[in-house]
């Protein structure tokens, strides 16, 4: 609200100017806009500017852009970083016109860099201003400010002598404010050109870091200089070269660009040694380079070593062929069987019918008798769908459970990943007439999944809650989780907030003995968080992680964060996710006897900055699941592979010592982690995976 009444305060502004420029400036700029024929001459700009004054204002009403440049001039200008902000906020940059030249030949950058306002140029600087393509070199721009001083004073000497001439009257009192207009102009030029004498090119970049980023691309980040020597610094260079003493450059790169002060060099030969280096730039010229750390770098990959293949490499397109091989093969099946189920389906058509009629497996469970269910929970912000009847959607899968039912869940999960393929598993199920309990368990599944979507007309039911909801009367309750994107209409469903609808729940219960319904309502809300935070992705970089099992009868479990339940427990080593072919191989000579906490870190070897961060990374780590650092000498590092998530995400593993990786029934965990820390069944952390980095 604010910064809309500071707009709306400044158009204001430039309507109540419209009988005065600003300042000669602007209305020399608009006054050549309207007549090529009285360009240059300071007579004619006077005498027409007031004859003028109805089509200026017809001007500005039709040339939203002209109007716009001429705001953002003034405030610039008038040094009012409020007003540029608030410009830059309301209009586009295209509207605003930044980097075409005014008729003094400068833009909106040059007035911010020569009169050495650091805020308002580094503001233009972000969005992408530039400075003016007619300054192609240090001598032109010094004789373009002379000359602007020059004109400047002689048009204050003219309008000085004309008051002075002509005394009181109408006509000297616009020649009064034409010549404060001027005489405050020809101090802006006379500051302007100081600070450029002033200014002196700007000192070498800082903190200039190397990094290998894959096997044809190094990155370099670096800050600002110490000291830009009065002069905001509007372009970086980054040189590279084969040999230490630069000669030859084999590329460079100038970045106009400085929202980000990082540069990644592209199309480099693997396993070449380059040489890195940087410089700033300002009006005064380039400054010296500043050196990478490391002094070199050579593109590479961990997979470079002993030309090692990825160990996944065509898993996906086999696994697909796999598929289709599979979905052909039953589509064959199915056409050659139908004319010979076709004669017994019409004899049991009747009775079927019948018996859909008097059944309840059409309909949505009220209360729970029971059994096994099946319920969605589809949410939108703090509401939720439920049925005509104020109800979570429910439906019966079957009215007991066996002993594998926790196997039966696990595969259930998997359906997440295809629910447009319900149909086709439940025809191929049904062709197979195996008496198994699992397949006829499985079965019902997908049959109570089918009715679902049948009721709520849509095919996505979400994805599977990692655990199901059971309660002390034989209910076990599956929970399937989506985060619509409106609230839009759902078949036999409607919408409603979340602290209604347990409202309406905790009046009907029994809180000695809740069932699985209202345990599902008492913690909704973490349920929610759950889903929310497992389709977080982590940001792009290394980390480590740490493994951690244990074991039951029926499933494995693996540690996570509580906030971040999709991948490992971890720490972040690096914004860089590559893997080095050095840093690879300086990896695999790490023996298991050696602890990774007591790494030397001092040594001059490209590795050294790796070293350092993987070192603060363990120690992290260890912190972070309450673990001392002496008990950790028999930790180990994973040295198989680099586990390449995807969305430039990687991981390094810190595995505990061989007994004690998965922690078996009965067995005492030597590890206890701080609060915050979950187990999650293996299957659904590899779901996990799947759907946030695939």
Request: aromatic share 8%.
């Amino acid at each position: 609200l604010k910064m809309t009444q500071q707009m709306h305060n400044l158009s204001l502004l430039q309507t109540k100017k419209n009988s005065m420029p600003s300042s000669p400036n602007a209305a020399k700029r608009l006054y050549r806009n309207l007549s090529e024929k009285l360009k240059g001459s300071h007579t004619s700009f006077d005498e027409a500017y007031f004859r003028a004054r109805s089509d200026r204002l017809s001007l500005r009403k039709t040339s939203m852009n002209f109007q716009c440049n001429e705001a953002m001039f003034e405030a610039v200008e008038q040094q009012d970083l409020d007003a540029v902000q608030i410009l830059l906020y309301q209009y586009t940059l295209e509207e605003l016109d930044l980097n075409t030249p005014n008729s003094e030949g400068l833009t909106p950058l040059d007035i911010a860099i020569l009169t050495n306002n650091v805020p308002i140029a580094r503001t233009l600087l972000h969005i992408g201003a530039k400075e003016s393509p007619h300054f192609v070199n240090m001598e032109s721009r010094s004789v373009h400010l002379s000359t602007l001083v020059q004109e400047a004073q002689q048009r204050v000497t003219e309008l000085s002598a004309q008051v002075m001439n002509e005394g009181l009257g109408t006509d000297n009192t616009e020649k009064e404010k034409q010549l404060k207009a001027w005489e405050w102009r020809y101090r802006l030029y006379k500051r302007m050109k100081a600070g450029y004498e002033h200014a002196r090119a700007p000192e070498a970049p800082t903190n200039v870091c190397l990094m290998v980023t894959s096997s044809t691309s190094l990155t370099v980040t670096f800050q600002e200089p110490l000291s830009v020597n009065s002069a905001v610094v509007t372009k970086y260079k980054v040189e590279w070269s084969s040999s230490e003493d630069f000669s030859p450059l084999v590329g460079e790169i100038i970045m106009d660009n400085l929202q980000s002060l990082r540069c990644t060099i592209t199309g480099l030969r693997t396993g070449q040694r380059y040489y890195v280096h940087v410089s700033a730039y300002n009006m005064r010229g380039w400054g010296p380079p500043c050196k990478s750390t490391p002094a070199y770098a050579s593109p590479s990959n961990w997979k470079d070593c002993s030309g090692r293949e990825p160990r996944h490499r065509g898993h996906t397109e086999a696994l697909e062929r796999l598929l289709q091989q599979v979905r052909a093969a039953h589509q064959h099946y199915n056409c050659r069987e139908s004319s010979k189920l076709q004669n017994a389906g019409r004899k049991q058509s009747v009775s079927r019918s019948l018996k859909h009629l008097f059944h309840s497996s059409n309909k949505f469970v009220k209360t729970l008798k029971r059994g096994l269910y099946l319920s969605v929970i589809f949410f939108y912000k703090d509401n939720l769908l439920v049925t005509n009847e104020d109800q979570i959607p429910i439906v019966e899968i079957d009215d007991s459970h066996s002993s594998s039912v926790m196997q039966d869940f696990l595969w259930f999960t998997k359906l997440s990943c295809m629910w447009d393929d319900i149909r086709w598993l439940r025809q191929n199920m049904s062709i197979s007439v195996s008496s198994s309990t699992t397949l006829q368990a499985r079965q019902k599944m997908l049959s109570a999944a089918a009715q679902l979507q049948n009721l709520l007309g849509t095919h996505n039911l979400g994805r599977v809650f990692y655990e199901p909801i059971k309660d002390r009367h034989g209910n076990m309750l599956i929970v399937t989780i989506r985060e619509v994107e409106s609230l839009y209409s759902f078949f036999n469903g409607k919408w409603m907030q979340v602290s209604k609808l347990q409202s309406q729940r905790k009046s009907l219960s029994t809180p000695e003995e809740p069932t699985a319904l209202d345990i599902l309502l008492i913690t909704i809300q973490d349920i929610l968080s759950y889903h929310k935070r497992s389709q977080q992705r982590l940001p792009p970089g290394l980390y480590l992680g740490y493994l951690k099992l244990c074991s039951s009868v029926d499933q494995i479990k693996v540690l996570v964060l509580q906030k971040l339940p999709n991948v490992l427990c971890h720490v972040k080593i690096r914004d860089n996710s590559n893997v080095s072919k050095d840093e690879w191989e300086w990896i695999q000579t790490l023996s298991g006897s050696e602890s990774v906490e007591s790494m030397d870190h001092t040594s001059d070897c490209p590795t050294q900055l790796f070293l350092y961060e993987l070192q603060m990374a363990v120690k992290a780590l260890l912190k972070q699941i309450n673990l001392p650092l002496h008990q950790a000498k028999h930790f180990r590092l994973y040295t198989q592979e680099v586990l390449e998530l995807g969305h430039n995400v990687s991981f390094l593993l810190l595995l505990p010592a061989s007994d004690d990786v998965c922690t078996a029934p009965g067995q005492n965990n030597p590890y206890t982690p701080h609060s915050g820390f979950l187990n999650l069944p293996l299957q659904m952390f590899e779901l996990g995976i799947v759907a946030c980095f695939t």
